[in-house]
């Protein structure tokens, strides 16, 4: 390597090979256990819950460590409230109207979405991220970032990860197009919105659909070389 600025990494822990192994396989149980719900509890979620999250997934890898996201936690019903409604103006064009084209539509039949959209006013808590086009790391607003896609996808999985972890369900939602959210959080044109999180406790009816649990074997999505 390069000479640079370092210091020793001091923090990793080891674990023995039956640890990893129960640790990996605890995980994985964990997470077979997050679903995404359009279903969604007005119960209140402490700030600080939701502050940790946006945390854990600030401290993703991302290229040249520029970070180049950003996470605007939404509490306010005033603005769940103009969300919801542009982004059920969108929906309505891409289901009634069918701009998404038959196939499209017909994969989405079996989780049983609509233009309808109640979740994004009842849950507690949105969180829009935000993909940052320059930047580096001071945030400079001219420093170009690199990776920019890749890294913002990692931050998000780190993101919808300690969101399980905390014990809250979540729902992915991307409206097509998500221009309005720019306005409506008040960014700026550096930023370009990535996905809509929704964050907080399931409803009393809240379902997943019937083959959500299938998930494909370690054959259909990996090879060992």
């Known amino acids: 390597m390069q000479p640079h600025d370092s210091e020793p990494l001091s ?3 080891e674990y023995d090979s039956e640890q990893m192994q129960q640790r990996a396989q605890l995980f994985l149980q964990q997470m077979r256990r997050r679903h995404s719900i359009r279903s969604f509890s ?25 970070q180049p996201w950003h996470f605007v936690a939404i509490h306010s019903d005033e603005v769940k409230s103009q969300i919801r409604e542009q982004a059920e103006a969108l929906e309505r064009g891409f289901y009634e109207d069918k701009r998404a084209g038959e196939e499209w539509l017909e994969a989405l039949k079996p989780l049983g979405t609509d233009a309808h959209k109640p979740y994004l006013q009842t849950a507690p808590w949105l969180i829009a991220v935000f993909s940052k086009k320059r930047g580096g790391l001071q945030d400079d607003g001219a420093t170009t970032n690199y990776y920019v896609h890749e890294s913002v996808g990692i931050a998000t999985g780190f993101l919808i990860t300690a969101l399980h972890q905390a014990g809250l369900a979540t729902l992915t939602h991307t409206p097509k197009p998500m221009s309005f959210l720019s306005k409506v959080c008040g960014r700026s044109d550096n930023e370009r919105p990535y996905m809509l999180i929704v964050a907080g406790y399931p409803g009393e009816d809240a379902s997943i659909p019937a083959h959500a649990r299938h998930k494909k074997s370690l054959a259909e999505i990996a090879s060992f070389l």
């Open 42 to 66: 007005d119960r209140p979620v402490p700030r600080q819950v939701i502050e940790d999250c946006i945390l854990t997934a600030g401290s993703a890898p991302s290229g040249a460590n520029h």
């Open 11 to 13: 923090d990793f822990i």
